[in-house]
């Protein structure tokens, strides 16, 4: 773009014909600066202009306009010649003139020179303000980017069809590369969209909503995690993706729970024990009933049912005081044949008695363990009650049986429990070690299966489970020999 009245330096031997040349310039709109060439440096550096007329100053011209461009690289150089000067002219275009004109110059020849001197100079402008958007755009994009990755949170885009087109770096670290893949096989594993989804919600309206969910990260870890989502909308207003944002709050909701739940807690076992409570009255008065008539299958099944009784208040004082306190581990030498016996008494029981064919399947030369007989037995007995209850809630098999099965090595004991009774879905699996989770409503406390693992990792063990959902259940307990620590204290 030429700009009127722009400087325009001529700088030349010959004064009268650098007069005539700065009066055609300024007969086309510009101002036209008038030095000799030994002012020429001084001139520039006053007038910063962006355009040079430089005439025959001395026989070294190409020195003179090597100096110039080397001192004001923005600056184009137009060299006027002799005619018939035209290596020379290619010397100083060598040297970094952008244009000659030979004399005499016409007006129109000067004009033009002029013309696309300074276009050539407005395209260059142009261009080096692309570049230093350009640098900023890339750069604000770099900045956008890595906060993108480095935000403490899990993020992720979805498209209308729920599947994940953009993730940040913690989400792929927890959850993988998972570009393409529906969000609810990612993070919940299942096979259709979640219910109430925030996601849908959000393409729907275009406001943001909240939820709390619990996720499984690809290495098997639960997350509790606080999503929100925005909309991302196109150039018109058109919701196109939805950003989907995960903070983990696992152990705010840990601490929480123990706090705010401890009140329902303790409702659930008080309303659970008035239960047996019932029971045991009602054991006990077929108890007083049969010694009074003398009829001993009265007599048989009040005994079976105050035991039963007095179990189950016992395994809930146990998770209530588990519960309640940090409890040291006392560890003992136990014969492990002797004391699977005793855990399988404790339910076989109730297997009969509804039915439930109950197996029992050790293995010879069992030896001994080291561990905490009590609270080790309140966990497997727990495992084997759900077990039981698995199978009487079954009612699609004409037969249900539970088995009991203890094996060994030189440096652990497994201890195995496997039913054939309704079974488990993925997402109760993911959820059953978690405090206070039930899939018994009313019935279950949500701490049995809860401690039942937080006693086997203290121990130095682990718990592995495989279920399918209408088929069945297999828990294994992995028990090492010598536990590592003596006395570990309870969470």
Same mark, same amino acid.
Do not use: W
């Given at each position: 773009m030429i700009v009127a009245t722009e400087p325009i330096v001529v700088a030349t031997a010959d004064v009268e014909h650098g007069q005539v040349l700065a009066r055609v310039l300024a007969e086309h709109g510009f101002r036209p600066v008038l030095c000799r060439c030994a002012e020429v440096a001084r001139t520039l550096h006053e007038v910063r202009p962006r355009l040079l007329i430089l005439g025959h100053c001395q026989n070294d011209g190409e020195a003179l306009v090597r100096d110039i461009v080397q001192q004001f690289p923005r600056i184009r150089v137009i060299a006027l010649l002799e005619s018939g000067e035209s290596d020379r002219g290619l010397d100083l275009l060598?040297?970094?003139?952008?244009?000659?004109?030979?004399?005499?110059?016409?007006?129109?020849?000067?004009?033009?020179?002029?013309k696309r001197a300074l276009d050539i100079l407005d395209l260059q402008e142009q261009c080096d303000i692309v570049r230093e958007k350009n640098k900023i755009l890339r750069m604000s994009q770099q900045m956008c980017r890595q906060l993108f990755d480095e935000v403490p949170c899990y993020i992720s885009v979805q498209n209308k069809d729920w599947r994940i087109v953009r993730a940040n770096r913690h989400f792929k670290e927890d959850f993988g590369d998972c570009l393409g893949e529906h969000c609810y096989e990612i993070y919940k594993h299942?096979?259709?969209?979640?219910?109430?989804?925030?996601?849908?919600?959000?393409?729907?309206?275009?406001?943001?909503?909240?939820?709390?969910?619990?996720?499984t990260t690809r290495s098997g870890q639960q997350r509790i995690v606080l999503t929100m989502t925005a909309p991302i909308r196109d150039e018109?207003?058109?919701?196109?993706?939805?950003?989907?944002?995960?903070?983990?709050?696992?152990?705010?909701?840990?601490?929480?729970?123990? %706090?705010?739940?401890?009140?329902?807690?303790?409702?659930?076992?008080?309303?659970?024990?008035?239960?047996?409570?019932?029971?045991?009255?009602?054991?006990?008065?077929?108890?007083?009933?049969?010694?009074?008539?003398?009829?001993?299958d009265r007599i048989r099944s009040g005994v079976e049912l105050v035991k039963l009784m007095v179990a189950r208040i016992r395994n809930s004082v146990l998770e209530m005081l588990y519960y309640s306190k940090e409890r040291e581990l006392n560890i003992q030498n136990i014969d492990v044949r002797s004391f699977a016996e005793s855990v399988a008494n404790f339910v076989e029981p109730k297997a009969e008695k509804h039915g439930v064919a109950f197996q029992r399947d050790f293995s010879q030369d069992l030896g001994q363990v080291s561990l905490d007989p009590e609270v080790i037995s309140s966990g497997l007995v727990n495992i084997l009650e759900n077990a039981v209850d698995a199978c009487i809630e079954d009612e699609a098999k004409p037969h249900h049986e539970v088995v009991f099965a203890v094996s060994a090595t030189a440096h652990e004991v497994c201890f195995v429990v496997r039913d054939n009774g309704i079974g488990m879905d993925r997402q109760t699996q993911e959820k059953m070690f978690s405090l206070f989770f039930s899939s018994k409503?009313?019935?279950?406390?949500?701490?049995?299966?809860?401690?039942?693992?937080?006693?086997?990792?203290?121990?130095?063990?682990?718990?592995?489970?495989?279920?399918? %959902?209408?088929?069945g259940t297999e828990f294994r307990v992995f028990l090492p020999r010598q536990p590592r620590s003596q006395s570990a204290p309870a969470s």
């Open positions: 060598e040297a970094g003139a952008s244009d000659i004109l030979f004399k005499p110059v016409g007006e129109r020849a000067l004009s033009i020179a002029v299942r096979t259709h969209p979640c219910p109430n989804c925030p996601v849908e919600a959000t393409f729907a309206d275009g406001m943001m909503h909240q939820t709390e969910e619990v996720v018109n207003g058109n919701i196109v993706e939805v950003m989907e944002l995960s903070t983990d709050i696992s152990q705010i909701r840990e601490l929480q729970s123990r %706090l705010t739940s401890l009140g329902l807690f303790i409702g659930s076992i008080s309303h659970g024990v008035r239960g047996m409570l019932t029971a045991l009255d009602g054991g006990m008065y077929r108890l007083e009933k049969g010694i009074e008539t003398g009829d001993m409503g009313s019935r279950g406390t949500g701490l049995g299966l809860y401690i039942a693992n937080d006693v086997v990792h203290q121990h130095g063990g682990r718990i592995e489970v495989q279920s399918t %959902l209408g088929e």
